[in-house]
């Protein structure tokens, strides 16, 4: 199958600046799409830099809604219509047992992980409706279909993500707006390098595909989930984690 075209979209990408957002900015630039990178991070704006007149970075809180409002309309504004949202942004946890819950940290990943989505989702609707429909692809993560023992915070807003990313697919269904979303499962990023070497072992060694998983392998399906090929697909959630739910 050839790769898909996205030729003449204009795609809004969070959490750019690095991991699978960056992969993702870079790939869909290669289909011919124009990117906004929206990161808190300004290292997205060379990244944005390096991909030349087809990319552009704001500045972005996506916990913020008047910042998540500007990244739309400045998205317009610059490349005149908004086709696809990447609401990719996410931090890990600190683990803990959830008997030693730290309020204002689980509050951190939840306004991040699924506030931040949601807020995305809100902003981007409201320019797809005043266009012609687009496509949502949220990331959420293994972790919002199998529990690990200290996480909370992470799974619970991952696993939020999913519902929300299905009940938003049903409110737009017949207004030309999909939205799905990805769990991949461990995949090298600057999110995994947090972790313990000992850790990072035993996750491999859990993974069924032997390895980690690269960025570009995610960003492949969101290029898919993007592209005119899923058209029939929305409300769905795929997961892209080498076998690690199949056990
Ligand atoms: N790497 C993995 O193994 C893995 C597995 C499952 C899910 N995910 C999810 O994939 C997504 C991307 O993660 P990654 O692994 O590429 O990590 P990453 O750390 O490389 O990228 C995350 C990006 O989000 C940005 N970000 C954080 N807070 C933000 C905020 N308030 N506003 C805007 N941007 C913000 C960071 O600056 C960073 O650029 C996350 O949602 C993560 O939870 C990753």
Redesign the pocket.
């Known amino acids: 199958m050839s790769a898909p075209t996205h030729k003449g979209k204009v795609v809004v990408i969070?959490?750019?600046?690095?991991?699978?957002?960056?992969a993702t900015a870079r790939l869909l630039v290669e289909e011919g799409a124009q990117v906004v990178l929206?990161?808190?991070?300004s290292?997205?704006r060379e990244v944005a830099a390096s991909l030349g007149r087809d990319a552009l970075f704001v500045c972005?809180?996506?916990?913020d809604p008047d910042s998540v409002a500007r990244l739309m309309t400045s998205t317009v504004e610059h490349f005149g219509h908004l086709d696809v949202l990447v609401a990719?942004?996410?931090?890990?946890e600190a683990k803990s047992p959830i008997h030693e819950l730290d309020l204002a940290a689980w509050q951190r990943v939840i306004d991040?992980?699924l506030t931040?989505v949601a807020l995305c989702n809100q902003y981007a609707i409201l320019r797809m409706l005043q266009g012609n429909g687009g496509a949502i692809i949220n990331?959420?993560?293994?972790?919002a279909h199998v529990g690990q023992a200290n996480s909370h915070a992470?799974s619970a807003s991952?696993a939020g993500v999913v519902n929300l990313t299905r009940s938003v697919a049903l409110t737009y269904a017949q207004q030309g707006i999909r939205a799905n979303c990805i769990?991949?499962?461990?995949?090298?990023?600057?999110?995994?390098s947090r972790l313990p070497q000992s850790l990072l072992a035993a996750i491999v060694a859990r993974q069924p595909i032997g390895r980690l998983?690269q960025?570009i392998e995610i960003a492949r399906v969101v290029s898919f989930l993007a592209s005119s090929a899923a058209s029939m697909i929305t409300g769905a959630c795929i997961n892209a984690d080498g076998g690690y739910t199949a056990v």
């Open positions: 969070t959490g750019a600046a690095s991991g699978i957002g960056e929206g990161d808190i991070d290292a997205a972005t809180d996506v916990t990719n942004a996410g931090i890990p991040i992980n931040g990331m959420a993560s293994i972790l992470y991952k769990s991949p499962g461990y995949v090298e990023t600057p999110l995994l998983g960025p």
